[in-house]
């Protein structure tokens, strides 16, 4: 049965506002902690080959994975906080298309400011979000681990002046500062943002990494999609709710190949040299 949508007018006003909105404790500590697990096996399993994951500074790590990698996926993307916000913003036709996540180690470093694409058109002109990005911490965040720091409001920002459309110049620097909130989230916790807003990871100066799973949503028109390479086999297909699998964007084949990364950010690799 499909549970009640809630209304989620607020968390598009302040999305719409700050570029990021949070709901706290959607899910059980218990399967943040299984996520937790599957996304360690995944990173091991990534890091063992070529192309299994992608730098995005110093220590830091992009993997791209197939929905039946984690046991909650179903649970994820089914939670009626994130099918209500995804129907709000993109409307009823929302694809998924990019589940993967990322891993600040030990000796991570400070990202330069950036957004994850260029602004597409839709946005500039209309002032419309075309897609947005779902982050779920799978361990508590505190200070001395890099946590992920927003510039609200900044989802707007543009001019010729960013390199690749995505890095704002050194002299926006400090209006991104005076801007700046680090972000804390604890397990069972989820966020969505526009990758618009400036952002960035900070220098993780613990022992612990701390991996932070990642859900994109596209709305029609979008072409997020066409950087990943998401896939499921035919058995699990089967065993995914209609609602789920209308939203699902990714071929459906007998046998899942491991992903190649190749959504790289240009500017990354040095970290905030």
């Known amino acids: 049965m499909t549970r009640l949508n809630p209304d989620v007018s607020a968390d598009v006003d302040v999305l719409y506002r700050d570029g990021i909105t949070a709901r706290k404790g959607a899910f059980s500590r218990q399967w943040a902690d299984e996520l937790h697990e599957d996304v360690l096996s995944a990173f091991e399993e990534a890091m063992s080959r070529p192309g299994g994951a992608v730098g995005r500074g110093p220590d830091r790590y ?10 909650g996926f179903v649970e994820l993307v089914d939670h009626p906080w994130v099918r209500s916000l995804c129907t709000e913003v993109l409307g009823p036709d ?9 891993v600040p180690l030990e000796g991570a470093v400070n990202q330069p400011w950036h957004r994850d694409f260029p602004m597409p058109d839709e946005t500039r002109r209309e002032r419309r979000f075309t897609s947005l990005a779902f982050n779920v911490t799978t361990v508590d965040t505190s200070e001395d681990m890099g946590p992920f720091e927003i510039a609200p409001g900044t989802q707007w920002d543009d001019g010729p002046e960013f390199e690749h459309g995505m890095f704002p110049p050194r002299s926006h620097y400090d209006r991104y500062l005076d801007r700046a909130v680090r972000k ?7 966020s969505a943002r526009t990758a618009l807003t400036i952002h960035r990871g900070t220098t993780n100066n613990s022992a612990r990494s701390r991996p932070v799973l990642v859900l994109g949503v596209d709305g029609p028109g979008a072409v997020n999609g066409d950087r990943h390479d998401m896939a499921v086999t035919r058995d699990y297909w089967d065993t995914l709710p209609d609602q789920v699998r209308r939203h699902l964007d990714c071929p459906i084949v007998e046998v899942l190949e491991p992903v190649t990364q190749k959504h790289t950010i240009e500017g990354l690799v040095m970290g905030d040299a």
């Open 62 to 71: 992009y993997v791209e994975i197939h929905p039946e990698q984690i046991s």
């Open 184 to 190: 804390y989230p604890q397990r069972g916790d989820i």
């Open 94 to 102: 929302y694809r998924i298309v990019e589940l993967g996540f990322d």
